[in-house]
């Protein structure tokens, strides 16, 4: 059984690239491994989330289209130091 998600965020409907910016806002609120499930419709998204998540250090925990909704599951990563201190 998979533990509940710490966030639901409903995107459907937001166009590219509003989707991974409200996931990339409701991340940083959270601590390192909570997870947060994201629906959306972008179809765009099921390229940029696992992008975003590959190169902000989060883990795409899943992914996958449900009657046409792209659900993603997100684990926080650990915070990154700023590279530019």
Not at 60 to 76: K, N, T
Request: glycine share 6%; hydrophobic share 45%.
């Amino acid at each position: 059984m998979t533990m509940p998600p710490a966030l639901s965020l409903d995107l459907r409907g937001l166009l590219c690239p509003l989707p991974v910016l409200r996931l990339a806002k409701a991340l940083r609120a959270l601590p390192e491994g909570a997870v947060v499930e994201m629906q959306a419709t972008d179809r765009a998204s099921w390229i940029d989330v696992p992008h975003f998540c590959s190169q902000s250090g989060h883990r795409l925990v899943s992914a996958e289209d449900v009657a046409g909704v792209l659900v993603y599951r997100v684990a926080r990563g650990p915070d990154r130091p700023d590279p530019e201190t």
